[in-house]
């Protein structure tokens, strides 16, 4: 036992210099990641804030209701294609999510001339510090039914405008299109940092060989951002059953007559919460979420250790 203790004290001391550098990281998890876990139990009970009492009297005073909590996202007639809509959307947002940036960081890393470059890559990444509330308010803009731009163009051309926040048929397309135009930005950014970190040597010996630059891609590049790939995928997947609320709150207005095609999970919640304000029923479904997404990302983690254990996350 004290050769074991030893051996760990010695370990400690070769690395504590990186033991003190993690020490701000450990805090931060400790606090505000695992000791608010307490607050799961939210989840199994009829939350009540006691009288005179702060939260953790509240907690204790609360009825015990088991899995009741859970019956509302399942028990509506709605629910179904509220699951269907935030499954859907987040497969196709997980397939753009990889392929566009992906493609626009290959085309970004082909300009020569690296300050357009910058100035391409500066404007494809501001929108993704712009509010859900603004953007909202830009499409708008566009889609205004009485003065917005795009009708104003279709009645000069004789063309009858749209209702566009009554008329369902276009919105799948017009979430998809913004949730990109949003966000591809910050994910070019990962794969371009990606790609700019390849050993320079084995284009300048591809070029050497006689190899195209579609050759150089296909042979190079895309095998070598492949570990960047998987992982970003698999921490995807993790997050299928949640949904960017901003997006589909904001952007359609919260317009009743689009929610067959806008209502997604976090939205449904949101709207349950408000009208019956059972904390305990929002606490449930955020726990739902993030099981089924743990569940999943252990699942995909799994599959990806069978089929190639290298690129898997651990």
């Not at 009829?46 to 009492?53: E, L, Q």
């Not at 209701?65 to 497969?91: C, E, H, I």
């Not at 510090?129 to 909202?136: A, E, G, I």
Request: hydrophobic residues 50%.
């Amino acid at each position: 036992m004290g050769n074991k203790n030893g051996k760990f004290l010695s370990r400690l001391k070769a690395n504590k210099e990186l033991l003190f550098l993690s020490l701000p990281g450990g805090i931060w998890f400790l606090l505000f990641t695992y000791l608010p876990l307490f607050g799961i139990l939210v989840a199994f009970k009829k939350f009540r804030i006691a009288d005179n009492g702060g939260f953790f009297k509240s907690l204790i005073e609360s009825e015990w209701v088991g899995f009741d909590n859970f019956k509302f996202l399942f028990a509506s007639g709605d629910a179904a294609r509220v699951f269907l809509n935030t499954v859907l959307y987040n497969l196709v947002f997980i397939i753009l999510g990889v392929a566009l940036p992906v493609l626009v960081a290959l085309l970004l890393n082909e300009i020569r001339n690296k300050g357009m470059a910058k100035i391409y890559q500066s404007a494809m990444f501001l929108p993704y510090f712009l509010s859900w509330v603004v953007v909202s308010y830009c499409l708008f803009a566009f889609l205004n039914p009485e003065k917005g731009f795009v009708n104003n163009v279709l009645q000069q051309y004789g063309k009858e405008g749209i209702s566009w926040y009554t008329e369902k048929s276009w919105w799948p397309f017009l979430i998809i299109l913004m949730s990109q135009w949003k966000g591809i930005g910050y994910n070019t950014v990962v794969y371009l940092a990606s790609i700019c970190g390849i050993d320079k040597t084995y284009y300048e010996a591809a070029v050497l060989d006689g190899a195209t630059k579609w050759q150089q891609i296909k042979f190079i590049t895309l095998p070598l951002l492949k570990p960047v790939i998987t992982i970003l995928l698999i921490m995807s997947i993790g997050k299928i059953f949640n949904a960017d609320f901003g997006l589909f709150y904001q952007l359609p207005k919260n317009s009743g007559a689009l929610f067959d095609v806008t209502n997604v999970l976090d939205t449904y919640i949101f709207r349950a919460l408000r009208a019956n304000g059972e904390i305990g029923m929002s606490s449930a479904a955020a726990l739902f979420q993030s099981t089924v997404g743990f569940v999943l990302i252990m699942a995909a983690n799994k599959i990806v250790s069978k089929v190639d254990s290298d690129n898997a996350l651990f």
